[in-house]
C-alpha cells in the first residue's frame, strides 16, 4: 500500500496491517483499485452508454467515478443531498466548523474509503476517541458515580478486568488472535478455514449471548457486562449493540473498524462532493477535464419514485418529476426499504427470496445533537482539582456519549452533546432542537455542576434523527440473529451470470449491502462490486493481470448456509 493514509496504520512485525479483507469475502480491493493496469473496460460500443446510479452517497460517487473512467455516462439521482450519510452540516457563518451528523471516524483499516479520501487529499487527524491519545481527558460516569482518567492506567482495575475479560472471550468463542493474524497476512485458507466454521456458530446467536455465556464474563459479577455495554471497547457504548447477530460484532472487532480511527478535518462530505468534480487523469473515451459534475450539467437528477422493466427489456427510472429514462443498468445504492416506501419498484426485478432479505433488513435508530463553543475552553484545568474543564464524556444518563471537537485554540469548539443509538435515540426522536440540547446539557450538569456550559454556547445547535428522514429511514443496518442469509442474498446478487433475464441489469450496493454495516468500507467495498457486475453486464471484462472480484468469486465467494 502506498497511500499516505497507509502510513497511519500500525507496524506489526512481518505481518501486513489489518484491514477491512474479508471476513467474509477476502477480496483485496485496495490492491485491486491501485493497480496500474486499471479496474476493467467495456467495449468501444458502450462508450458514452448512459448508466443510472440511484444514490449520491460514498457507494453512488465511487460507482460513478469509476464508471466514468471506464467510459460510460453515470446518470445520477439523488433525493437530498450529495453525501449521503457522510453528512458534514456547517454552522451558519463559521467557515469550516462543522458537526459531523453521519460517519465521523473511519478506521485506517478502511483502505478502499482511504484509497477515494487520498485522491481527494483531504486532511486527516485523530479522531478524540474515549482515552484515545487524542483526547485530553475522559469521564466516565455510571451509576452516579465519576471517574476523570487521562491515560489508560489511571483506570479504576474493574475496567481493566472487563478489558481483559472482552479479550478472552473473544479468545476463547472466536479464536481471534488467529484470525486477525490471516487477515494480515492476506492468507485466504487459513482466514475462511477459521470464519467459515464461526459462521453458523454465531449468526444464530446475539452479541449479548456471546458476552453472558462466554466463560470470561460468566465467571464476573453481572456488573462487567453492564459495566461493558455501557463503556464498549473503544469508541462508546455497545450495549445498542447487544441484541444483534454476534457475527457482526466479530467483523467489526477482526477488521479493526473500531481501533485508530481518524476524522476528516473540514469534514468527510469533502470527499464524495470532490468525487464529483474530480478530472481523472485516466479516462476511457471521455476528453480530458470531464468530471461527473460536467456530465451532469452542474446538479444530480432528482429523487428516483419508480423502477419498471420496460417491454424491450429495459429498466425504466422514473424520477420525482415524472420524467422517465430507459437504462440498460442501474445501481440502486440508498436504504433497501426505500424499494418499497419512496419508489414504486416492479416486484419482478428482483426474486422473491431477495425481496425477504431486503424488506428484513434491519436498521437502527441513532441521533446526534451538536453545539459550537466560543472556544474550545474544556482544556482549561480547573484550579482545585487540576482537572480539565470537561472531558470525552461517556455516561449512563440520557447523553451516552459526549464528544469535543478542538478546530484550534482561536477558533470555535464543536461539542457533540448527544451521540446515541436505539432506544436511546427514540427518546429524542420526536423533540425538538431546543429541547434536546435542553436535556443534554441538564445531564451533563449532574456530570459537571459547577461548569456553566451554555455561557460558551455561540449559533444555533444543530441535530439529526436518521430514522426520521425520509429518505434514509435509519442510521443503518444492524444485522440480527439469522441474518446471515439475508446479508448473504444481497451482498452476492452483482453475480448475475444465472440469474433470470428478468432479473439481471439492476444492481445493489451500500453499506446495508456489505457485510459491516454502519462502515463506509462497506459501502465503498460493494459500490465496486457493483461496478465488476455492471462491467461484465455491459459485455466488459477486467485485465487480466488484475482481475476483480467477480472474476474471484467463485475462489473467495462467502460461505452458502442451507436455505
Ligand atoms: C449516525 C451515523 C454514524 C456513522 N458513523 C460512521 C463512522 O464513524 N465510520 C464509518 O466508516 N461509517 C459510519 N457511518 C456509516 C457511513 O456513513 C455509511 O456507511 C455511508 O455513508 C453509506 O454510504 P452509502 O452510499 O451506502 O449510503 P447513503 O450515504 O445513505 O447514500 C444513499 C443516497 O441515496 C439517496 N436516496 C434515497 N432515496 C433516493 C431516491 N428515491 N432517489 C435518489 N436518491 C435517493 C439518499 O439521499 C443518499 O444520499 C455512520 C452512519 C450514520 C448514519
Same mark, same amino acid.
Given at each position: 500500500?502506498?497511500?499516505?493514509?497507509?502510513?497511519?496504520?500500525?507496524?506489526?512485525?512481518?505481518?501486513?496491517?489489518?484491514?477491512?479483507?474479508?471476513?467474509?469475502?477476502?477480496?483485496?480491493?485496495?490492491?485491486?483499485?491501485?493497480?496500474?493496469?486499471?479496474?476493467?473496460?467495456?467495449?468501444?460500443?458502450?462508450?458514452?452508454?448512459?448508466?443510472?446510479?440511484?444514490?449520491?452517497?460514498?457507494?453512488?460517487?465511487?460507482?460513478?467515478?469509476?464508471?466514468?473512467?471506464?467510459?460510460?455516462?453515470?446518470?445520477?439521482?439523488?433525493?437530498?443531498?450529495?453525501?449521503?450519510?457522510?453528512? *458534514? =452540516?456547517? /454552522?451558519?457563518?463559521? +467557515?469550516?466548523?462543522?458537526?459531523?451528523?453521519? %460517519?465521523?471516524?473511519?478506521?485506517? &483499516?478502511?483502505?478502499?474509503?482511504?484509497?477515494?479520501?487520498?485522491?481527494?487529499?483531504?486532511?486527516?487527524?485523530?479522531?478524540?476517541?474515549?482515552?484515545?491519545?487524542?483526547?485530553?481527558?475522559?469521564?466516565?460516569?455510571?451509576?452516579?458515580?465519576?471517574?476523570?482518567?487521562?491515560?489508560?492506567?489511571?483506570?479504576?482495575?474493574?475496567?481493566?478486568?472487563?478489558?481483559?475479560?472482552?479479550?478472552?472471550?473473544?479468545?476463547?468463542?472466536?479464536?481471534?488472535?488467529?484470525?486477525?493474524?490471516?487477515?494480515?497476512?492476506?492468507?485466504?485458507?487459513?482466514?475462511?478455514?477459521?470464519?467459515?466454521?464461526?459462521?453458523?456458530?454465531?449468526?444464530?446467536?446475539?452479541?449479548?449471548?456471546?458476552?453472558?455465556?462466554?466463560?470470561?464474563?460468566? *465467571? =464476573?459479577? /453481572?456488573?462487567?457486562? +453492564?459495566?461493558?455495554?455501557?463503556?464498549?471497547? %473503544?469508541?462508546?457504548?455497545?450495549? &445498542?449493540?447487544?441484541?444483534?447477530?454476534?457475527?457482526?460484532?466479530?467483523?467489526?472487532?477482526?477488521?479493526?473498524?473500531?481501533?485508530?480511527?481518524?476524522?476528516?478535518?473540514?469534514?468527510?462530505?469533502?470527499?464524495?462532493?470532490?468525487?464529483?468534480?474530480?478530472?481523472?487523469?485516466?479516462?476511457?473515451?471521455?476528453?480530458?477535464?470531464?468530471?461527473?459534475?460536467?456530465?451532469?450539467?452542474?446538479?444530480?437528477?432528482?429523487?428516483?419514485?419508480?423502477?419498471?422493466?420496460?417491454?424491450?427489456?429495459?429498466?425504466?427510472?422514473?424520477?420525482?418529476?415524472?420524467?422517465?429514462?430507459?437504462?440498460?443498468?442501474?445501481?440502486?445504492?440508498?436504504?433497501?426499504?426505500?424499494?418499497?416506501?419512496?419508489?414504486?419498484?416492479?416486484?419482478?426485478?428482483?426474486?422473491?427470496?431477495?425481496?425477504?432479505?431486503?424488506?428484513?433488513?434491519?436498521?437502527?435508530?441513532?441521533?446526534?445533537?451538536?453545539?459550537?463553543?466560543?472556544?474550545?475552553?474544556?482544556?482549561?484545568?480547573?484550579?482545585?482539582?487540576?482537572?480539565?474543564?470537561?472531558?470525552?464524556?461517556?455516561?449512563?444518563?440520557?447523553?451516552?456519549?459526549?464528544?469535543?471537537?478542538?478546530?484550534?485554540?482561536?477558533?470555535?469548539?464543536?461539542?457533540?452533546?448527544?451521540?446515541?443509538?436505539?432506544?436511546?435515540?427514540?427518546?429524542?426522536?420526536?423533540?425538538?432542537?431546543?429541547?434536546?440540547?435542553?436535556?443534554?446539557?441538564?445531564?451533563?450538569?449532574?456530570?459537571?455542576?459547577?461548569?456553566?456550559?451554555?455561557?460558551?454556547?455561540?449559533?444555533?445547535?444543530?441535530?439529526?434523527?436518521?430514522?426520521?428522514?425520509?429518505?434514509?429511514?435509519?442510521?443503518?443496518?444492524?444485522?440480527?440473529?439469522?441474518?446471515?442469509?439475508?446479508?448473504?442474498?444481497?451482498?452476492?446478487?452483482?453475480?448475475?451470470?444465472?440469474?433470470?433475464?428478468?432479473?439481471?441489469?439492476?444492481?445493489?450496493?451500500?453499506?446495508?449491502?456489505?457485510?459491516?454495516?454502519?462502515?463506509?468500507?462497506?459501502?465503498?467495498?460493494?459500490?465496486?462490486?457493483?461496478?465488476?457486475?455492471?462491467?461484465?453486464?455491459?459485455?466488459?471484462?477486467?485485465?487480466?493481470?488484475?482481475?476483480?472480484?467477480?472474476?474471484?468469486?467463485?475462489?473467495?465467494?462467502?460461505?452458502?448456509?442451507?436455505?
Amino acid at each position: 500500500m502506498t497511500a499516505p493514509h497507509a502510513l497511519f496504520a500500525p507496524k506489526h512485525d512481518d505481518l501486513g496491517p489489518v484491514t477491512i479483507f474479508g471476513p467474509d469475502f477476502p477480496f483485496p480491493y485496495d490492491d485491486w483499485l491501485k493497480h496500474p493496469s486499471g479496474l476493467g473496460y467495456v467495449p468501444a460500443h458502450r462508450h458514452g452508454e448512459e448508466v443510472a446510479i440511484i444514490g449520491a452517497g460514498m457507494a453512488g460517487m465511487t460507482a460513478a467515478y469509476e464508471l466514468m473512467r471506464m467510459g460510460l455516462k453515470p446518470v445520477i439521482y439523488e433525493a437530498a443531498r450529495i453525501g449521503g450519510r457522510l453528512r *458534514s =452540516q456547517a /454552522f451558519e457563518g463559521a +467557515e469550516g466548523i462543522i458537526a459531523e451528523l453521519g %460517519g465521523m471516524r473511519f478506521p485506517v &483499516s478502511s483502505t478502499g474509503f482511504y484509497h477515494y479520501a487520498d485522491l481527494t487529499r483531504v486532511e486527516s487527524k485523530p479522531f478524540p476517541n474515549p482515552l484515545s491519545p487524542a483526547t485530553p481527558s475522559t469521564v466516565i460516569d455510571l451509576e452516579g458515580k465519576t471517574i476523570y482518567v487521562e491515560k489508560l492506567d489511571d483506570l479504576p482495575p474493574m475496567y481493566r478486568e472487563i478489558g481483559g475479560a472482552w479479550a478472552k472471550a473473544l479468545e476463547e468463542g472466536a479464536g481471534f488472535a488467529a484470525l486477525q493474524d490471516a487477515i494480515r497476512a492476506r492468507d485466504v485458507a487459513t482466514l475462511k478455514g477459521i470464519w467459515d466454521r464461526l459462521i453458523p456458530i454465531w449468526d444464530d446467536r446475539s452479541f449479548y449471548d456471546f458476552v453472558a455465556t462466554s466463560y470470561a464474563f460468566a *465467571s =464476573q459479577p /453481572f456488573q462487567y457486562r +453492564e459495566v461493558f455495554g455501557q463503556v464498549g471497547f %473503544g469508541t462508546g457504548g455497545w450495549d &445498542s449493540d447487544y441484541p444483534n447477530s454476534m457475527l457482526e460484532i466479530l467483523r467489526v472487532c477482526v477488521t479493526d473498524c473500531d481501533e485508530n480511527q481518524r476524522y476528516i478535518v473540514g469534514g468527510v462530505e469533502q470527499v464524495p462532493r470532490r468525487m464529483w468534480r474530480m478530472r481523472p487523469e485516466k479516462m476511457a473515451h471521455w476528453p480530458a477535464g470531464t468530471s461527473l459534475e460536467k456530465l451532469h450539467d452542474g446538479a444530480p437528477r432528482p429523487g428516483v419514485t419508480k423502477l419498471a422493466r420496460s417491454p424491450d427489456g429495459k429498466i425504466a427510472v422514473t424520477d420525482r418529476w415524472g420524467s422517465t429514462r430507459w437504462y440498460d443498468a442501474v445501481l440502486v445504492t440508498c436504504q433497501s426499504w426505500l424499494l418499497t416506501t419512496y419508489m414504486q419498484c416492479d416486484e419482478s426485478l428482483f426474486s422473491p427470496k431477495l425481496w425477504m432479505a431486503l424488506d428484513r433488513t434491519r436498521y437502527m435508530q441513532s441521533s446526534k445533537t451538536f453545539v459550537m463553543t466560543d472556544r474550545p475552553f474544556w482544556k482549561e484545568r480547573d484550579r482545585q482539582t487540576g482537572q480539565h474543564l470537561m472531558s470525552m464524556t461517556l455516561t449512563d444518563r440520557l447523553t451516552r456519549g459526549t464528544y469535543l471537537f478542538d478546530n484550534g485554540d482561536d477558533r470555535p469548539g464543536v461539542i457533540c452533546l448527544t451521540y446515541s443509538w436505539m432506544s436511546d435515540a427514540l427518546k429524542m426522536l420526536p423533540l425538538p432542537v431546543d429541547k434536546r440540547v435542553r436535556l443534554a446539557l441538564d445531564a451533563l450538569r449532574k456530570i459537571y455542576p459547577d461548569l456553566d456550559i451554555e455561557k460558551h454556547i455561540i449559533g444555533d445547535p444543530i441535530t439529526v434523527s436518521w430514522e426520521a428522514d425520509p429518505n434514509f429511514l435509519g442510521a443503518f443496518k444492524g444485522a440480527l440473529p439469522g441474518h446471515y442469509r439475508y446479508n448473504h442474498r444481497m451482498y452476492c446478487h452483482f453475480m448475475q451470470e444465472r440469474m433470470p433475464l428478468a432479473e439481471k441489469g439492476i444492481f445493489l450496493a451500500g453499506d446495508d449491502v456489505s457485510w459491516t454495516p454502519g462502515w463506509v468500507e462497506g459501502a465503498v467495498q460493494t459500490a465496486l462490486n457493483a461496478v465488476w457486475g455492471i462491467m461484465n453486464h455491459l459485455g466488459g471484462e477486467c485485465a487480466p493481470d488484475n482481475p476483480g472480484p467477480g472474476d474471484r468469486y467463485e475462489a473467495l465467494k462467502p460461505l452458502e448456509l442451507a436455505e
